[in-house]
């Protein structure tokens, strides 16, 4: 029904940036909120940031100051920019998007598979 495609994940020295994409496609009528998420080994999957379709925004207090999440809305599409970036950010990180799919009148949480993103020290 619905797809979420990210990219933009890779191995990165501390310091570095990088920007995450992700962009929705299939039987969309409405996109709500939309966000990311991480999961590093061993550990358990946490949010990252979100943004509301009308662009209110919330960050984990370990990105605020250095990340920033936007969308187009036209594009059905999200972005993750990462700046000042450490080893403690290596994880996979997977966008999510809650949707209102057509001939629907609810919202279902869509997920991308997830993209790899390594930060060395």
């Known amino acids: 029904q619905v797809q979420l495609v990210e990219s933009g994940g890779g191995l990165v020295q501390a310091g570095r940036s990088l920007r995450l994409s992700c962009a929705a496609s299939?039987?969309?009528?409405?996109?709500?909120?939309m966000g990311w998420y991480r999961q590093a080994p061993g550990k358990q999957r946490e949010l990252v940031a979100r943004?509301?379709?009308?662009?209110?925004?919330n960050y984990a207090d370990s990105v605020k100051g250095r990340f920033t999440i936007s969308r187009d809305n036209a594009k059905n599409t999200v972005f993750l920019q990462m700046n000042s970036l450490t080893p403690e950010d290596t994880a996979v990180y997977y966008c999510?998007?809650?949707?209102?799919?057509?001939?629907?009148?609810?919202?279902?949480?869509?997920w991308g598979q997830g993209t790899q993103v390594t930060v060395s020290s």
């Open positions: 299939g039987s969309i009528d409405i996109i709500g909120a």
């Open positions: 943004i509301l379709s009308g662009g209110g925004t």
């Open positions: 999510n998007a809650d949707v209102r799919t057509t001939h629907s009148t609810v919202y279902y949480t869509f």
